[in-house]
């Protein structure tokens, strides 16, 4: 295996550049789609439940991957830790993410360029790798990287078990553009048991693409209650995958 001083970036970074720079932050966050907005807010609401549910708040958090900042942000006004710090490697992002702090998280919130292959605790306790892990040529090496330096991982990856996940990255210009790429869950798991970590809590839940046309998108989000309801089901047709792990 390469050094990592010596690998490639990662071939999305330039993509995500290149969106901050088009829209002044990502797609998803920048251009106003309903569905973009409903999935995302699902998930911040189910990360932030699962980090109230089992983490203290009086915990630092390195954000890892957290792009122009709206996630990072969200996490630190609801579930106000006493610091959060975001990295990300595309500076075009931290640029703009630098730019969204308001006055009242000046103090718990900081953003900087970094890559999850080098990173280190400045004194956290717990990493965020929100839709990160997809984007990545070595996610095992990222996985080791955070086991020597964080108690807690909370992830939140595309669900490897939803065929019509498989079938967006392969159709859809911009999951290539972008590298994306789903895990099977047990091998995700797997990964992070291998380095010392268990599974604290795991959820698959949401239905709706984030660049789902509208009509549809209303229409899936009709009947995702009963999806996410229905034990079987939901593994196989909710989008999200999101787990926690603590290391032994």
Not at 195 to 210: A, D, H, L, M, S
Request: aromatic residues 10%; glycine residues 6%.
């Amino acid at each position: 295996m390469k050094n990592n001083r010596d690998a490639p970036p990662e071939r999305s970074i330039a993509a995500f550049n290149a969106d901050t720079e088009a829209h002044g932050g990502y797609i998803y966050t920048s251009v106003d789609r309903w569905s973009s907005r409903y999935a995302s807010g699902r998930q911040n609401d189910e990360m932030i439940r699962m980090l109230v549910d089992h983490v203290d708040p009086s915990i630092r958090i390195a954000d890892i991957g957290c792009g122009d900042g709206t996630f990072t942000l969200d996490i630190a006004q609801r579930f106000r830790p006493i610091a959060i710090r975001g990295i990300e490697p595309a500076a075009n992002a931290i640029a703009a993410a630098k730019g969204r702090i308001s006055a009242n998280l000046s103090c718990s919130v900081c953003f900087e360029v970094g890559d999850i292959y080098t990173l280190r605790s400045q004194g956290e306790a717990l990493a965020i790798a929100r839709g990160v892990l997809h984007h990545l040529d070595r996610p095992r090496t990222a996985i080791a990287q955070l086991a020597k330096h964080f108690t807690f991982v909370l992830t939140l990856e595309p669900n490897g078990y939803n065929p019509v996940t498989k079938l967006i990255e392969k159709t859809s210009a911009y999951h290539r553009e972008h590298d994306e790429k789903s895990y099977w869950p047990p091998s995700l798991n797997r990964w992070f048991e291998q380095e010392g970590f268990r599974v604290v809590c795991q959820k698959f839940f949401c239905i709706v693409p984030y660049f789902c046309p509208t009509p549809a998108a209303r229409l899936l989000k009709l009947v995702e209650p009963v999806v996410e309801w229905l034990p079987g089901v939901r593994q196989v047709c909710c989008g999200t995958n999101l787990a926690l792990y603590k290391r032994s």
